[in-house]
């Protein structure tokens, strides 16, 4: 079999990071090379997982003409990279086996930070396009592994989510660890990108490559970003020390608006106020306890809500508001909704609907391919918004003409048919079918209850006729006689044929007849 050449991975490449000097090239056989390698073999590019191991060709259309390895990085055990051919530049991951056309711009390409690809014209994750992403501002934030930025946003990798944040000041953008900052406000990653300004003045520096561990992140800031006018500046214009209730939780001083949130228990309790940004303090007011707006914008607590139209923007409830053209929720656009038709459900789950579509809260994309997660609506799928109705106080169970819902998500084991709400306590909203007795916490079907013949009593007590159950602990009693147990007053009272029953306290009390 002709060798045209091998391509190997240098042992360093144990290492997390990749340096284009770890990559060697050799004319020699297989056998002869340390694995894992690339090589052309009887013109087609394959890849040598390990010694003694037949090659597997890499599939997808990558070319043996012109073939080279750009950079490649070891993603937990597995080998990943952008490879090149005439015809341009591929994305290959172990894997799968198979690589991926990224671009014909093989000489203006470059890698930044293992897969994060950059050409003349487009900014790249893996093989993927990053929309609107500039690659003549594209770089790396120092001391974090998880943060990048152009001139138009922030960009957040983790091992597990990508996505990119708008409305931060890109100019002023450092980072430390999983802290990141602008000169407003104070973010945290971990699934998502979270405010964190209640972290700003106890926040300790988490990398530092100068020994400062045990710095403030405030301290941090102030001594590698002196020219930064931001929180963290003795000159910064938006502070709130002097701002003054308007209603609810908005305050204000005389150049800025701020949204006071709390944390931490009645020990810790702690007051934070966000800056609403670019909201205009003389001619802010509220609406509601979450909604307020200026002469130009409508406001969710502390953020902006784009696009809303201001002459007819009103809240709703809650998180909930609307203007003449949309449906918006924690300051999100609900995709689709009819603000004519649309209606809030009663449910301790933000649930809605309108004449087309039934929507709940999830933490989803923000936009699509790339938006960061949030708590936004999103539409059921196949839910039907004409029958689709909540029950008792709280809402936590639903159904519509052909599903049970628990939470907004649909229970496909439950019979609609035959499903029947009965009650709700403190800790439990119960409901039946012809299959079990159900709650709304924990482990949903309560096993030893025949759903067929089960029957409510009142709010306390309910029996299949074998079993009786107790609303108020959400157990069987075993030790009571399902045959001779009656139910005496409203208040939790009830006798067998050996004991009478009370409920005390949220516990079941009994006494010898």
């Not at 002023?172 to 990653?189: E, F, R």
């Not at 075993?478 to 409920?503: H, L, M, P, Q, S």
Request: charged share 25%; hydrophobic share 35%; with cysteine.
């Amino acid at each position: 079999m002709p060798i045209i050449g091998v391509f190997i991975i240098h042992p360093k490449l144990q290492t997390s990071r990749f340096d284009p000097s770890h990559l060697q090239y050799a004319s020699q056989k297989p056998e002869t090379i340390m694995p894992p390698t690339f090589a052309v073999q009887q013109g087609k590019v394959v890849f040598c997982e390990e010694e003694g191991v037949a090659p597997t060709e890499v599939k997808g259309g990558v070319s043996a003409q012109g073939f080279a390895v750009v950079s490649l990085f070891r993603d937990g055990y597995l080998i990943a990279g952008y490879l090149r051919d005439i015809k341009g530049i591929w994305w290959y991951h172990q894997r799968n086996k198979k690589a991926k056309f990224v671009t014909r711009d093989a000489d203006g390409f470059r890698v930044v930070d293992e897969d994060y690809g950059l050409d003349r014209d487009h900014v790249y994750l893996e093989d993927r396009v990053i929309p609107g992403a500039d690659p003549s501002s594209f770089s790396l934030l120092e001391i974090s592994q998880y943060f990048a930025k152009d001139k138009y946003r922030l960009y957040v990798k983790t091992s597990s989510h990508f996505f990119h944040y708008n409305g931060l000041d890109s100019a002023s953008l450092i980072a430390n660890g999983a802290y990141v900052t602008d000169k407003h406000d104070l973010y945290c990653v971990f699934d998502t990108l979270s405010l964190s300004n209640n972290s700003k003045h106890h926040e300790r520096v988490q990398f530092s490559r100068l020994k400062e561990h045990n710095m403030l992140l405030k301290d941090w800031l102030a001594k590698h970003r002196p020219d930064t006018i931001g929180w963290w500046h003795p000159d910064y214009p938006f502070k709130s020390d002097d701002a003054e209730q308007i209603a609810d939780d908005w305050y204000r001083t005389s150049n800025a608006v701020f949204f006071k949130t709390t944390s931490g228990t009645q020990r810790t309790f702690k007051e934070t106020f966000n800056l609403v940004r670019g909201a205009d303090a003389a001619s802010f007011e509220p609406l509601d306890s979450h909604h307020g707006r200026d002469a130009k914008n409508a406001y969710c607590r502390w953020r902006r809500i784009a696009g809303a139209d201001i002459t007819s923007f009103t809240p709703i409830t809650g998180f909930f508001s609307r203007d003449k053209n949309a449906v918006y929720f924690n300051s999100y656009k609900v995709e689709h909704a009819d603000p004519g038709n649309f209606q809030v459900l009663r449910s301790v789950v933000p649930l809605a609907k309108d004449h087309k579509r039934v929507y709940v809260k999830a933490c989803a994309r923000t936009s699509w391919p790339f938006g960061y997660p949030d708590d936004i609506l999103v539409a059921i799928d196949e839910a039907d918004a004409k029958s689709f109705q909540t029950f008792g106080a709280r809402g936590v169970w639903a159904t519509d003409a052909g599903r049970v819902y628990l939470r907004g998500e649909h229970q496909k084991k439950l019979d609609v048919g035959s499903f029947r709400f009965l009650c709700e306590t403190p800790t439990n909203c119960w409901a039946a079918d012809e299959n079990g007795l159900y709650r709304s916490n924990g482990t949903p079907r309560v096993s030893g209850i025949e759903g067929r013949s089960f029957v409510k009593l009142n709010d306390f007590w309910g029996s299949d006729g074998t079993a009786v159950f107790s609303f108020v602990t959400g157990a069987i009693q075993k030790a009571t006689d399902a045959k001779t147990f009656v139910v005496t007053d409203e208040n939790g009272g009830a006798r067998d044929a050996a004991f009478r029953y009370r409920i005390d306290d949220g516990r079941i009390r009994k006494n010898k007849l």
